[in-house]
DNA sequence: CGCGAGCTTGACGTTGTTCAACTAGAGTGG
DNA sequence: CCACTCTAGTTGAACAACGTCAAGCTCGCG
């Protein structure tokens, strides 16, 4: 580690704004009970249905929620950085009610769960913040599911590429890190049918899809398509 | 109102686990702020998108939760009594996410939403439960998106009468108060292919399925569909 | 140069929707 | 009490959307 200052939730500066509500005490208390970890690609950072011994800090990176069902697996949503992951099992029964693999090589922080639950019962603000957390999930979820019980492949392939550029990197041009058959899986269709949606959307001059980058020519077009499905 | 004693929450029989956490300084708190409403069959409840002054919850009856989206409503879920309904407007903006229709004659107790908040921040185990409440929701809505984006339409009727049986009346024998549009809805599907299935579950001797009453005949069949999709 | 993974393209099959016709039962008015 | 209407539900046939299968292409890499 270059650093020479022990690095720690008080001084981090990528921490969660949920954090700013910590005392000085309280971000000790919980820095005491954290471990740093990065993963390379595609490795699996939770598995749906084992013991959940923390609460995941993405610092970095890109993952994929998603539920196991058989041989095909459902993309619950992308996490850029700066998201909690397992909040839906501090509840329950900590247990992971979903897996999480990195699309790309990211860092994470991890916080004991029970240290973590001790910490919201002991700060009623912080509690909230980490609710907000949760509901923005959800009500990202609801919205997810819109999408893709209601739309045809265009408005699914849309939806995607509109949450790709507005959501997770902030850009009309981003990198493609996904395969066609990661990107198939998020809109839920065949690799087959993704591409020819992709042809529909090159040809019509809507998006700009050469190498490895991805390039929205036309937002107002691809709003359109979402809409319309 | 025929009985002598105020309704409140301190004696109520039906208020949720969650206020078992409040001290009766608390229940009388919330109770002060607390209105009892009833609606009769198909009435809506909150309307997606419009201000959200209370968190809802229902004592008797049954109501769908919904998304709006053009002319078509994906439901989200169908709650029985003993839930809220609200939750996810605390946290940020206090509007709606959703809309709720009754399925039938229902009652619901209304909390000012601020006040609700209040008790929220000022007892952490009531936070933690209402969280716990959520949280279940959004396990629940993870679920659903499974079936109605991984399996075939007789996996997604199977799944539906099993949460009826399951988790709405507890029973293997319930009435039918949803009409088949109603249905068709809940399951993504036209009225005329929930019709088709229908008919082969009944030809199967999977489900009786005469005048008002559900009666499910061969539970393991209907488990075995819902996962062969 | 050959190989293989990822991607594209076309032909065809499956699933479920749409449209239209028909049926049964409930409610209405004479 | 009966004819009339209306709505909910059922059924069949045509059709659209999408998946599957198979073949071919492209590009990086040994």
């Known amino acids: 580690m270059a650093n020479l200052l022990k690095p720690d939730c008080i001084n981090c500066l990528c921490k969660s704004s949920c954090f700013h509500e910590l005392s000085d005490e309280e971000l000790e208390f919980i820095s005491k009970r954290r471990v740093e970890v990065t993963y390379k690609n595609k490795e699996t950072i939770c598995k749906q249905g084992a013991f959940a011994p923390h609460i995941m800090y993405l610092k970095e990176g890109l993952v994929k929620v998603y539920l196991e069902h058989q041989d095909r697996n459902l993309i619950l949503c992308?996490?850029?950085?700066?998201?909690?992951?397992?909040?839906?099992?501090?509840?329950?029964?900590?247990?992971?009610?979903?897996?999480?693999?990195?699309?790309?090589?990211?860092?994470?922080?991890?916080?004991?769960?029970?240290?973590?639950?001790?910490?919201?019962?002991?700060?009623?603000?912080?509690?909230?913040?980490?609710?907000?957390?949760?509901?923005?999930?959800?009500?990202?979820?609801?919205?997810?599911?819109?999408?893709?019980?209601?739309?045809?492949?265009?408005?699914r392939v849309a939806d995607i590429l509109r949450c790709l550029s507005e959501r997770i990197y902030k850009s009309n041009e981003f990198p493609m890190t996904l395969t066609r058959k990661d990107f198939s899986e998020i809109t839920v269709m065949s690799v087959e049918t993704l591409s020819r949606v992709f042809k529909e959307l090159k040809d019509e001059g809507i998006v700009e899809l050469e190498g490895k980058t991805v390039r929205i020519l036309d937002v107002d077009k691809l709003h359109q398509i979402s809409r319309t499905s």
């Open 78 to 155: 992308l996490e850029p950085p700066g998201t909690f992951l397992g909040l839906e099992s501090l509840a329950q029964d900590k247990i992971f009610h979903y897996s999480c693999v990195t699309y790309k090589h990211s860092s994470f922080c991890l916080f004991e769960i029970d240290a973590f639950k001790e910490l919201m019962e002991r700060n009623a603000k912080f509690a909230t913040r980490i609710y907000g957390e949760l509901n923005e999930r959800i009500v990202r979820v609801y919205d997810r599911m819109l999408t893709l019980t209601q739309k045809q492949v265009h408005g």
